[in-house]
Structure formats: C-alpha cells, structure tokens
C-alpha cells in the first residue's frame, strides 16, 4: 500500500471514527484501527495530513484532531447527577461516578477543545449565584485531577465522603474552597482529604420568561 493509500486510509478511519463517537480517535487507537506498525508510523502519516491541509491538530490533547471538512457536531454528553452549589452532598461511588449517567446532555462542540474528556453536573443549590451558576443549571467539566488557584472544581472531600462546587485557592497547610455568594461561607480542608473531580469549562441554563396574566 503506498504512502497516499495509507493516509487516506486514515483520514477515513479518523472520520468514521468522529461520526461514531462524537469525539476524534487517539494515537493508539488509529495504530490499532488502521493496522499501522507503531505510533511514529501514525504520527509520520498524521504530520503529512496536517501539511496537506486535511486535518489540525492540537499536540497538547490526546484527541486533538479536527478535519478540516468535517463541521464540530454537537457532543452527547453523560449527566452524572448532582453537586451541591451550597453545603455538600454525597458523590457517586467511585465505580458509578466516571461509569453511569443518569441522562446525557448534547452541547455544542464548538464549546469544548477538542479531546476534552467531559461530563455534566446539575447544580444544587445557590453558592455561586454571584459566578452567574445558580440553581438549576447544568454545569459542564473537564474530568481532571488538578486545577489552578482560582479556578471552579467538582471537589470530593475524602473525610465528610462528599462532594460540592466550589472555586478552589491553595494556602499554606490547607486548601480553601471559596462560594460565589457573601451569605455562604468558605470551606477550608486538609490537602489530603481532597480529590478534584472536575474544572467547571461551561455553564447551561434554561431561561423562562414568566409573564403576567392579562
């Protein structure tokens, strides 16, 4: 099979791909649907692509390809229940968490990176009214372990076995979980007995226009 061959090859299976899941392949997972010797040899194939305008690529992402024909649909995302926006509450396990979802949510694609890994939340509560995420709404996260100061996490706290959204701000010997709302009041944990879940990256709501009877 020639060099053009196998790249066209690829560029099919990249695009099958994308219609079926919604989201772009990884490396590993175009080596072994295109029956491609190693990575490099992916990686060779997938330079020449982005050169001939067929497709971009972000290095930093896992699934950062994009086809340049191709328009972003919409993305499916699953809905894995509720955080609390106010006090905590109780978190899926951890084998429900990443596995189950109660409902999915189609946002458009347009609104995540492409590769981000992502999941939805609806909000309970009311502790970052002042961040525009009130009651109601859904909020859309990155599934990651880390965050930057400031930033607004899906926080497990590992000793109360809950979870709660929260912008999250490191001190010294502790971690400050800070509501978007003067009436709340912080949350100050051990370093140890907290996991991020999540970084908040979008927010929907649904607005209703209630108008007076005439």
């Known amino acids: 099979m020639t060099p053009y061959n196998k790249r066209t ?23 072994r649907g295109c029956g491609v010797s190693s990575k490099s040899v992916v990686e060779y194939h997938l330079r020449a692509l982005e050169r001939e305008g067929c497709i971009r690529r972000d290095a930093e992402i896992s699934r950062g390809i ?4 191709m328009r972003r649909r919409a993305r499916s995302l699953p809905l894995l229940g509720t955080i609390a926006a106010g006090q905590p509450i109780p978190v899926p396990t951890e084998d429900t968490w ?6 999915t949510v189609d946002i458009p694609a347009e609104m995540l990176p492409a590769g981000v890994q992502a999941y939805a939340l609806k909000v309970k509560g009311n502790s ?3 961040a525009l995420m009130d009651d109601g709404d859904i909020v859309v996260l990155e599934s990651n ?13 590992t000793d ?24 709340m009041a912080t949350i100050y944990v051990d370093p140890d007995d907290i996991q991020v879940q999540g970084r908040v990256i979008a927010v929907l709501r649904k607005y209703s226009l209630d108008l007076p009877n005439k």
Not at 66 to 69: G, K, L
Not at 98 to 103: G, I, K, M, T, W
Not at 160 to 183: D, F, M, V
């Open 160 to 183: 109360r076995q809950e979870a709660t959204l929260k912008k999250l701000y490191r001190e010294p010997g502790r971690i400050r979980l800070q509501p978007a709302n003067q009436s």
């Open 98 to 103: 990443n596995n189950v979802a109660l409902d």
């Open 145 to 157: 372990k880390t965050a930057e100061n400031g930033e607004m996490v899906a926080a497990y706290l």
């Open 9 to 31: 090859r690829m560029l099919d299976f990249i695009k099958e791909f994308i219609d079926d899941r919604g989201y772009p392949p990884t490396i590993a997972e175009i080596q």
């Open 128 to 130: 970052m009214i002042d």
């Open 66 to 69: 994009e086809v340049s024909s």
